[in-house]
């Protein structure tokens, strides 16, 4: 079974317009941190917000913020005011603390189109 | 600050010939990481260091890759006798000393075609 699952392989959105990107984990450890990351077409991976397990509020940085429902097992993006230079690839990863793994278990991406 | 520094960014090579990555992580991050990305996919952890020491490998680490931090600051990934499924980008990381976060920091990468 997927650990991360992310449903919308694409998107196009009209600039200035709110984004939601979806992912849902699966995970049995209590204790975890949920990443989304920024591919842009050079390739490099963007640190965009963290959310941790046990975070009562949902992560906010700048135009990003995290919609973490931890029931329902689901963390996904929002952007706000969406920008032409936010089209890229966007990954969301888990690190499952209480197994001992350090690496990133990643999605597939949701590739991000913004349209002017 | 300088971020993580990967070299070469491009390598093309022939099936069965040896290749290595070269990976520089952010001055003062303990911890050093090395993933694999193929077309259409997230990345795949490879193999993880803490200072010098490799602490865990993943099962797609085959006989053939071999990775080393020698004194726990840069890093290489050696490839031998390439097949052409090896055929990816490699992405190194790095993180601090664990944190309430440890968050990683990834390079730009170096994309290897093996003909």
């Known amino acids: 079974a997927q650990k991360i699952t992310q449903t919308q392989p694409g998107m196009f959105v009209q600039e200035k317009e709110a984004v939601t990107l979806d992912c849902t984990y699966d995970t049995s450890d209590q204790s975890y941190g949920l990443f989304w990351y920024k591919q842009p077409s050079s390739g490099e991976m963007i640190f965009l917000i963290y959310?941790?397990?046990?975070?009562?509020q949902n992560a906010t940085e700048g135009r990003y913020s995290l919609n973490f429902q931890k029931a329902r097992k689901s963390a996904n993006l929002v952007i706000s005011a969406s920008q032409l230079g936010d089209s890229a690839m966007y990954f969301c990863a888990m690190r499952e603390v209480g197994g001992g793994a350090d690496g990133l278990t990643f999605g597939k991406g949701t590739h991000l189109i913004i349209q002017p | 600050d300088t971020g993580v520094s990967q070299d070469p960014r491009h390598k093309i090579t022939k099936r069965g010939q040896n290749v290595t990555f070269r990976c520089d992580p952010i001055s003062e991050h303990n911890r050093l990481y090395w993933y694999r990305q193929t077309l259409g996919q997230g990345p795949e952890f490879l193999t993880y260091?803490?200072?010098?020491?490799?602490?865990?490998k993943s099962r797609l680490l085959s006989d053939r890759f071999s990775a080393e931090r020698p004194k726990g600051s840069f890093s290489t990934l050696e490839i031998q006798r390439t097949e052409q499924g090896d055929s990816a980008m490699y992405l190194c990381?790095?993180?601090?000393?664990?944190?309430?976060?440890?968050?990683?920091?990834f390079g730009p990468g170096t994309r290897l075609t093996v003909l």
């Open positions: 990381a790095s993180s601090p000393t664990r944190d309430n976060t440890d968050t990683q920091y």
């Open positions: 959310q941790g397990s046990y975070d009562e």
């Open positions: 260091f803490q200072n010098e020491a490799q602490l865990e």
